[in-house]
């Protein structure tokens, strides 16, 4: 049974930091695409970073370029995104997400067919 388990969220103020990870519990792990949504109230879920299995890629929503960072630790079957100079606009539940493909968009939440319960990041201004 694939299971995705989200941790590391929590309250922080603005330009503070936060480190989220996702354990991962799939057979060929190391296979995977791995992504990170979030969604805040009142708004669609968006992508928010992807990696390849081969960790050769990552992709990042445009604003958080050069703020969030996506890596994976394949011997662990996790997942991380370090986040950086949070901003109130970042406040959301964050979900990790896994795509056993890995031909598609990596930014297109279609594509991904397990997800974890979510981790909720407040930025406080």
């Known amino acids: 049974q694939v299971q995705l388990v989200e941790s590391g969220g929590g309250l922080v103020q603005a330009g503070g930091s936060l480190r989220l990870s996702c354990a991962a519990s799939?057979?060929?792990?190391?296979?995977?695409?791995m992504g990170w949504f979030r969604q805040a109230p009142g708004k669609e879920r968006e992508f928010v970073a992807g990696?390849?299995?081969?960790?050769?890629?990552?992709y990042y929503k445009d604003s958080v370029k050069g703020q969030f960072t996506i890596s994976r630790d394949n011997a662990k079957s996790t997942v991380y995104l370090q986040m950086n100079s949070l901003k109130p606009e970042d406040t959301a539940v964050y979900y990790c997400?896994?795509?056993?493909?890995?031909?598609?968009?990596?930014?297109?939440?279609?594509?991904?067919?397990?997800w974890g319960q979510g981790t909720q990041v407040t930025v406080s201004s």
């Open positions: 990696i390849d299995s081969s960790q050769s890629s990552t």
């Open positions: 799939i057979r060929g792990f190391s296979a995977y695409r």
């Open positions: 997400a896994a795509d056993p493909k890995g031909i598609f968009s990596p930014r297109d939440d279609r594509y991904y067919d397990y």
